[in-house]
């Protein structure tokens, strides 16, 4: 077996922890595999994740005769343990799935959820007292029910073929044995007040004189061994299960404000199947997440407004973002679509979401009717669309979010299987709340903030809701109905522009997926502000976009995408060069 990258630079973390594996012994069922880093070829069986260990246990798995979920199983394990920041068994994920024996596309919801008891927002306390926005941000309450493992353990019983147990295994070596301190974490952990915000993280990360352990330093997680063992054996249950459930609940007590999250919440969670919501992009079908992701709605509304707009006379400048013309159109787009998410996306067990008449060709070409090529527009609001809402759904839209937590991965096999999964804890290491070697997330800051009167919010909390979030794992399908591109990013509420903006430069301009995530990013997903990439082509728009009207802010972007594309009769890919991960196959 002949493995072979699919990314694009060589960076540092991928030097230290290939070095670290094979020349000190660790992990030897990894280990034995050949690896070749610089390697472009078509593969026919492919991953891309955050992390080397977390692709390689990917395919590992397919070598074994898995398919794409039980390599996804693997390398979210190994994702929890050496990218504890972003994802991992205390959080939530989505996932596309395809089955090529079916041709059928499936997607389930495995958010972290709100416990039974919840106040009206996080912002309200139990005895009716307001609290404060940025005190909320971290802590006991804002820990939701985890839904990774269910999710996982669902699409597992309906598309796995290797045994559940075995998926654990390299997570578990590698916890006991040792992994390398990834750069990207080091980075995370390297602020003069990371100790005292991350205490949970202190004995696992940090040296005796307080400060974090250098890249590359040997680390173990004997606590998380320890639970993959136990979850190997009993599934999702063993969260709750013999003392565990009063453990999570013990450790969501602490914080600001302790969670109102109840052991009975754990075992009461279900994944949702969610139906995958498609959309025509020039030649192509772009299938994404729907509800509760608002994320997909937006790609979908974002991309067929681009196609929309009227000729430039400027054919090779049509979808290019080094045109401040298409940059505004883009940003314009953005703004329209991110009016109609605030207005109706919420949790489909809770919120009536008129998804089929938002992605209507007739609706989305009318709202990109309201762009004015020359001028931002200075009000944008949502569109008028069919839907039956309640006198109660009256309350603010949550905060911009634009943190680089989650983690994105992406995975095909040789008979055309394919997954796509984004991950997350919320923000970087969540509520910073640890429990038996994982990190529990603070999903519940994604609902609604105080009440505003005359602001719809379907996103409002719940008991047992999922709040609305900005991941959209993607697959696209070509004319014939087979996928060509997979993947999709991490990166907080930026995660729509992050993937939209890539679609456009694989799709529209024939990019490779490593030329299309080394681009520049912009974004709007700060209400009011058009972010460019600190550093990249795309601030060079600054001044011109300036000039029409946008309040342009220039900063750093770490995103987190992974892709995968058709190309020659096998795969090419790349992981986003800006954090720690690679695209492999054989």
Same mark, same amino acid.
Not at 116 to 123: F, G, S
Not at 422 to 436: D, E, I
Not at 491 to 500: N, R
């Given at each position: 077996?002949?493995?072979?990258?699919?990314?694009?630079?060589?960076?540092?973390?991928?030097?230290?922890?290939?070095?670290?594996?094979?020349?000190?012994?660790?992990?030897?069922?990894?280990?034995?595999?050949?690896?070749?880093?610089?390697?472009?070829?078509?593969?026919?069986?492919?991953?891309?994740?955050?992390?080397?260990?977390?692709?390689?246990?990917?395919?590992?798995?397919?070598?074994?005769?898995?398919?794409?979920?039980?390599?996804?199983?693997?390398?979210?394990?190994?994702?929890?343990?050496?990218?504890?920041?972003?994802?991992?068994?205390?959080?939530?994920?989505?996932?596309?799935?395809?089955?090529?024996?079916?041709?059928?596309?499936?997607?389930?919801?495995?958010?972290?959820?709100?416990?039974?008891?919840?106040?009206?927002?996080?912002?309200?306390?139990?005895?009716?007292?307001?609290?404060?926005?940025?005190?909320?941000?971290?802590?006991?309450?804002?820990?939701?029910?985890?839904?990774?493992?269910?999710?996982?353990?669902?699409?597992?019983?309906?598309?796995?073929?290797?045994?559940?147990?075995?998926?654990?295994?390299?997570?578990?070596?590698?916890?006991?044995?040792?992994?390398?301190?990834?750069?990207?974490?080091?980075?995370?952990?390297?602020?003069?007040?990371?100790?005292?915000?991350?205490?949970?993280?202190?004995?696992?990360?940090?040296?005796?004189?307080?400060?974090?352990?250098?890249?590359?330093?040997?680390?173990?997680?004997?606590?998380?061994?320890?639970?993959?063992?136990?979850?190997? #054996?009993?599934?999702?249950?063993?969260?709750?299960?013999?003392?565990?459930?009063?453990?999570?609940?013990?450790?969501?007590?602490?914080?600001?404000?302790?969670?109102?999250?109840? #052991?009975?919440?754990?075992?009461?969670?279900?994944?949702?199947?969610?139906?995958?919501?498609?959309?025509?992009?020039?030649?192509?079908?772009?299938?994404?997440?729907?509800?509760?992701?608002?994320?997909?709605?937006?790609?979908?509304?974002?991309?067929?407004?681009?196609?929309?707009?009227?000729?430039?006379?400027?054919?090779?400048?049509?979808?290019?973002?080094?045109?401040?013309?298409?940059?505004?159109?883009?940003? #314009?787009?953005?703004?329209?679509?991110?009016?109609?998410?605030?207005?109706?996306?919420?949790?489909?067990?809770?919120?009536?979401?008129?998804?089929?008449?938002?992605?209507?060709?007739?609706?989305?070409?009318?709202?990109?009717?309201?762009?004015?090529?020359?001028?931002?527009?200075?009000?944008?609001?949502?569109?008028?669309?069919?839907?039956?809402?309640?006198?109660?759904?009256?309350?603010?839209?949550?905060?911009?979010?634009?943190?680089?937590?989650?983690?994105?991965?992406?995975?095909?096999?040789?008979?055309?299987?394919?997954?796509?999964?984004?991950?997350?804890?919320?923000?970087?290491?969540?509520?910073?709340?640890?429990?038996?070697?994982?990190?529990?997330?603070?999903?519940?800051?994604?609902?609604?903030?105080?009440?505003?009167?005359?602001?719809?919010?379907?996103?409002?909390?719940?008991?047992?809701?999922?709040?609305?979030?900005?991941?959209?794992?993607?697959?696209?399908?070509?004319?014939?109905?087979?996928?060509?591109?997979?993947?999709?990013?991490?990166?907080?509420?930026?995660?729509?522009?992050?993937?939209?903006?890539?679609?456009? #430069?694989?799709?529209?301009?024939?990019?490779?997926?490593?030329?299309?995530?080394?681009?520049?990013?912009?974004?709007?997903?700060?209400?009011?502000?058009?972010?460019?990439?600190?550093?990249?082509?795309?601030?060079?728009?600054?001044?011109?976009?300036?000039?029409?009207?946008?309040?342009?802010?220039?900063?750093?972007?770490?995103?987190?995408?992974?892709?995968?594309?058709?190309?020659?009769?096998?795969?090419?890919?790349?992981?986003?060069?800006?954090?720690?991960?690679?695209?492999?196959?054989?």
């Amino acid at each position: 077996m002949k493995m072979k990258t699919l990314s694009g630079p060589h960076r540092l973390l991928l030097a230290s922890g290939l070095l670290f594996l094979l020349g000190a012994g660790v992990a030897p069922a990894l280990a034995q595999l050949p690896f070749h880093p610089l390697a472009t070829e078509p593969a026919r069986q492919a991953a891309v994740t955050a992390h080397p260990l977390a692709t390689k246990a990917a395919l590992t798995m397919l070598e074994q005769g898995g398919s794409p979920i039980d390599a996804a199983i693997a390398a979210q394990m190994v994702l929890g343990l050496v990218e504890p920041q972003s994802s991992g068994i205390g959080g939530g994920s989505l996932i596309m799935h395809w089955d090529a024996a079916t041709a059928k596309l499936t997607s389930y919801d495995g958010l972290a959820s709100a416990p039974a008891r919840v106040t009206a927002t996080l912002n309200i306390d139990v005895d009716g007292s307001v609290l404060k926005h940025e005190d909320m941000q971290r802590g006991g309450r804002t820990v939701g029910v985890p839904g990774t493992l269910a999710v996982l353990k669902q699409v597992h019983e309906r598309y796995g073929k290797l045994p559940w147990d075995r998926l654990f295994a390299p997570a578990i070596e590698l916890a006991q044995g040792g992994f390398p301190m990834p750069a990207y974490m080091h980075g995370i952990l390297s602020s003069p007040s990371a100790a005292t915000d991350h205490p949970d993280m202190v004995p696992l990360y940090f040296g005796g004189d307080g400060r974090v352990r250098p890249i590359g330093a040997k680390l173990t997680n004997p606590a998380y061994a320890l639970t993959l063992r136990r979850v190997a #054996e009993r599934g999702p249950a063993a969260l709750w299960q013999d003392g565990a459930g009063s453990a999570l609940v013990a450790s969501a007590q602490r914080g600001f404000r302790p969670t109102l999250m109840a #052991e009975a919440d754990l075992a009461a969670y279900r994944s949702e199947p969610r139906d995958p919501l498609c959309a025509p992009f020039l030649t192509y079908s772009v299938c994404a997440m729907g509800p509760s992701s608002f994320g997909g709605v937006m790609v979908l509304q974002i991309l067929q407004m681009l196609e929309a707009r009227p000729s430039s006379g400027k054919e090779g400048l049509r979808f290019s973002f080094d045109d401040p013309e298409f940059v505004h159109f883009y940003a #314009e787009a953005g703004r329209l679509a991110q009016a109609d998410r605030q207005q109706y996306i919420g949790d489909p067990g809770f919120v009536r979401v008129p998804t089929a008449a938002l992605l209507a060709p007739v609706y989305v070409q009318r709202r990109a009717q309201l762009i004015n090529p020359a001028q931002m527009t200075k009000e944008v609001n949502a569109g008028v669309v069919d839907v039956s809402t309640t006198a109660s759904e009256q309350m603010a839209a949550p905060p911009s979010v634009t943190a680089d937590a989650t983690s994105q991965l992406a995975i095909v096999d040789a008979a055309g299987n394919a997954l796509s999964m984004t991950t997350t804890t919320n923000l970087n290491f969540g509520s910073r709340l640890m429990v038996n070697g994982f990190v529990l997330n603070n999903a519940l800051t994604n609902f609604s903030t105080a009440p505003r009167a005359g602001q719809a919010a379907p996103n409002r909390m719940q008991g047992g809701k999922r709040p609305v979030t900005s991941m959209a794992p993607t697959i696209v399908f070509d004319h014939s109905g087979k996928p060509v591109v997979v993947g999709g990013s991490a990166g907080g509420g930026q995660i729509v522009d992050y993937i939209s903006t890539s679609l456009v #430069e694989m799709l529209a301009n024939q990019r490779s997926p490593a030329e299309a995530l080394a681009r520049g990013h912009v974004s709007t997903a700060v209400r009011g502000k058009l972010q460019l990439e600190k550093g990249s082509s795309a601030a060079g728009q600054a001044m011109a976009l300036t000039a029409k009207g946008h309040d342009v802010e220039i900063v750093p972007m770490t995103s987190g995408l992974g892709f995968l594309m058709r190309r020659d009769g096998g795969w090419i890919g790349a992981a986003d060069p800006r954090r720690d991960g690679v695209a492999l196959g054989w």
